[in-house]
């Protein structure tokens, strides 16, 4: 199993809806998880980060974590067309829990 | 600029050739990793270090790759006798400390002929 699981896609959205990306990860003792976003040929840009169960919301992104389930998530509303990008969920894992991985990530196109 | 400096951002390389990439991460960042991503998939861990000390280094890197970071800066990457599967990005990002978003910068690619 691997350690941080994403659907590959790619995922299609009309402009202005809500895309949903998922995200599962195998170490149930893992407390920090991020969300990059990576344009193609670009390096991975960290837009949000999530420690605690729950939602977070910052602009149009809201993080959702359960860690009883083990999963991760990131709604994206209103999408526009400039948030067509490979979206890549990464945790924090490792003996001492200070290692970042990441999943192989989501490619998102949103259609105007 | 403060953010995480890569250099080169290109490499091109006849097979079996040494190269060596270099990475600056973001002063008093302790924490710099080192990634290899190719087409379609997400960033591989490669190795990281907490100041001067790797923590850890990947068991599927083979012993071509060797990494360092002298004085707990600037960190290098140097790959022996390269091979045309190990043409990718290479991605260097840095932490605060352990547990905390690490920021990247824009990458080497590597393109081995």
Known sequence: ?112 | DTGVSQDPRHKITKRGQNVTFRCDPISEHNRLYWYRQTLGQGPEFLTYFQNEAQLEKSRLLSDRFSAERPKGSFSTLEIQRTEQGDSAMYLCASSLRGATEAFFGQGTRLTVV
Do not use: H
């Open chain 1, 1 to 112: 199993q691997k350690e941080v699981e994403q659907n590959s896609g790619p995922l299609s959205v009309p402009e202005g809806a809500i895309a949903s990306l998922n995200c599962t990860y195998s170490d149930r003792g893992s407390q920090s998880f991020f969300w990059y976003r990576q344009y193609s040929g670009k390096s991975p840009e960290l837009i949000m980060s999530i420690y605690s169960n729950g939602d977070k919301e910052d602009g149009r992104f809201t993080a959702q974590l359960n860690k009883a389930s083990q999963y991760v998530s990131l709604l994206i509303r209103d999408s526009q067309p400039s948030d067509s990008a490979t979206y890549l969920c990464a945790v924090i894992v490792g003996t001492s829990y200070d290692k970042v991985i990441f999943g192989p990530g989501t490619s998102l196109s949103v259609i105007p």
